[in-house]
T-cell receptor, first 109, second 114 residues
Framework: GQSLEQPSEVTAVEGAIVQINCTYQTSGFYGLSWYQQHDGGAPTFLSYNALDGLEETGRFSSFLSRSDSYGYLLLQELQMKDSASYFCALPGGSYIPTFGRGTSLIVHP | KAGVTQTPRYLIKTRGQQVTLSCSPISGHRSVSWYQQTPGQGLQFLFEYFSETQRNKGNFPGRFSGRQFSNSRSEMNVSTLELGDSALYLC?????????????FGPGTRLLVL
């Protein structure tokens, strides 16, 4: 099967930079995705990495190291509205799509 | 483009009953996936439909079933409801369901089983 591990909670202050780590186990790798979910809302797609390296999208960046089975989501210039849960996920491909348990990000003023 | 829509948004049922949830994907999307989200288990994949065929299935009992219509709209059914089925049920659509594609989630149906 597939599994992902990520911290349950991260706190930071407005304007800071925060990194949310994710390690995974899979027999067949199709990429690593990241989703954001606000309380009471639906998950929204943030990024997808299939190759090693950094992908940047505005204030958000995502990094992947396939040799280490590791990725992270980097959020810069934190804003209060970034307070949400962040999930790393292994897309399906030949396997069942699998999500991590989520990291609750709390941004303080 | 309209987003993914799910109906109903909230539902209260009693144990033993059955329930049907509906999902309308983004226009042009042919892949629809269903997920169950609970505080204890997180987001868990139920199944994926593509062109009216179930293409992938998660580890849920046979009480959970689904189908997809020719217009890509999808329904999922849960029979003989149990208390543990209380959850947020999310559907997500994408063009073809390829791993690199963005999945667009609907707002979910919150099911409470009493």
């Amino acid at each position: 099967g597939q599994s992902l591990e990520q911290p349950s909670e991260v706190t930071a202050v407005e304007g800071a930079i925060v990194q949310i780590n994710c390690t995974y186990q899979t027999s067949g790798f199709y990429g690593l995705s990241w989703y954001q979910q606000h309380d009471g809302g639906a998950p929204t797609f943030l990024s997808y990495n299939a190759l090693d390296g950094l992908e940047e999208t505005g204030r958000f960046s995502s990094f992947l190291s396939r040799s280490d089975s590791y990725g992270y989501l980097l959020l810069q210039e934190l804003q209060m509205k970034d307070s949400a849960s962040y999930f790393c996920a292994l897309p399906g491909g030949s396997y069942i799509p699998t999500f991590g348990r989520g990291t609750s990000l709390i941004v303080h003023p | 483009k309209a987003g993914v829509t799910q109906t109903p948004r909230y539902l209260i049922k009693t144990r033993g009953q059955q329930v049907t949830l509906s999902c309308s994907p983004i226009s042009g999307h042919r892949s629809v996936s269903w997920y169950q989200q609970t505080p204890g288990q997180g987001l868990q994949f139920l199944f994926e439909y593509f062109s009216e065929t179930q293409r992938n299935k998660g580890n849920f009992p046979g009480r959970f079933s689904g189908r997809q219509f020719s217009n890509s709209r999808s329904e999922m059914n849960v029979s003989t409801l149990e208390l543990g089925d209380s959850a947020l049920y999310l559907c997500a659509s994408s063009f073809e369901g390829a791993p690199q594609e963005t999945q667009y989630f609907g707002p979910g149906t919150r099911l409470l089983v009493l």
